[in-house]
């Protein structure tokens, strides 16, 4: 084990500069590598606006919340929904996960990562969504090195507490009742 610097092994020296280096990216000012960010969208891209679903359609959103979500209609409907109840962070940190998740390039993947983190999950964060410590602390631990998958038990978490909680209400609601009619 690592004790005092005096005392580390070469391997434990190796390890921290391997962790240091995978954490460059992370720990530069954004102004540094302003040239290689893309980061996602808050808002959606200006493509085709969807087309209202059929009656047919909205009624088979009712079977779960990742059919609703495949349809771009009823993304955009959902949204609109928690926008309502004030709690669009949910939706706005899952379209950014699956954003992130079809990213290619590693510098894109490391600056989108970074900004998901510091937008929803640090504490104190502008959207800040509602996840456990345990779950942060593990999403933290995976920016060392960033993947398509950093953000999955964090993403599911939120899928799990909207599926739970406001998708129910949402299949209430005046904007879904009038979809299905």
Same mark, same amino acid.
Request: net charge positive; hydrophobic share 35%; glycine share 2%.
């Given at each position: 084990?690592?004790?005092?610097?005096?005392?580390?092994?070469?391997?434990?020296?190796?390890?921290?500069?391997?962790?240091?280096?995978?954490?460059?990216?992370?720990?530069?000012?954004?102004?540094?590598?302003?040239?290689?960010?893309?980061?996602?969208?808050?808002?959606?891209?200006?493509?085709?606006?969807?087309?209202?679903?059929?009656?047919?359609?909205?009624?088979?959103?009712? =079977?779960?919340?990742? %059919?609703?979500?495949? !349809?771009?209609?009823?993304?955009?409907? &959902?949204?609109? /929904? $928690?926008? @309502? +109840?004030?709690?669009?962070?949910?939706?706005?940190?899952?379209?950014?996960?699956?954003?992130?998740?079809?990213?290619?390039?590693?510098?894109?993947?490391?600056?989108?990562?970074?900004?998901?983190?510091?937008?929803?999950?640090?504490?104190?964060?502008?959207?800040?969504?509602?996840?456990?410590?345990?779950?942060?602390?593990?999403?933290?631990?995976?920016?060392?090195?960033?993947?398509?998958?950093?953000? =999955?038990?964090?993403? %599911?978490?939120?899928? !799990?507490?909207?599926?739970?909680?406001? &998708?129910?209400? /949402? $299949?209430? @609601? +005046?904007?879904?009742?009038?979809?299905?009619?």
């Amino acid at each position: 084990m690592c004790k005092g610097l005096a005392a580390l092994p070469a391997t434990c020296l190796e390890r921290a500069k391997e962790i240091k280096s995978k954490l460059g990216i992370l720990l530069q000012k954004p102004e540094m590598i302003s040239e290689y960010i893309i980061p996602y969208s808050d808002k959606a891209e200006k493509s085709a606006k969807p087309h209202r679903p059929s009656q047919l359609e909205a009624l088979k959103w009712r =079977e779960s919340l990742e %059919k609703l979500l495949m !349809n771009n209609y009823g993304q955009a409907a &959902f949204k609109a /929904f $928690l926008q @309502s +109840e004030h709690s669009e962070e949910n939706i706005e940190f899952w379209m950014a996960c699956e954003d992130y998740k079809a990213t290619k390039s590693a510098i894109k993947l490391a600056s989108k990562a970074k900004k998901i983190y510091e937008d929803f999950i640090e504490k104190e964060a502008p959207k800040e969504i509602n996840v456990d410590h345990y779950t942060k602390e593990m999403t933290l631990k995976s920016l060392v090195d960033p993947s398509p998958s950093t953000f =999955e038990l964090a993403q %599911k978490k939120v899928l !799990n507490l909207m599926e739970k909680d406001s &998708f129910s209400r /949402f $299949l209430k @609601s +005046e904007l879904y009742l009038e979809l299905t009619k």
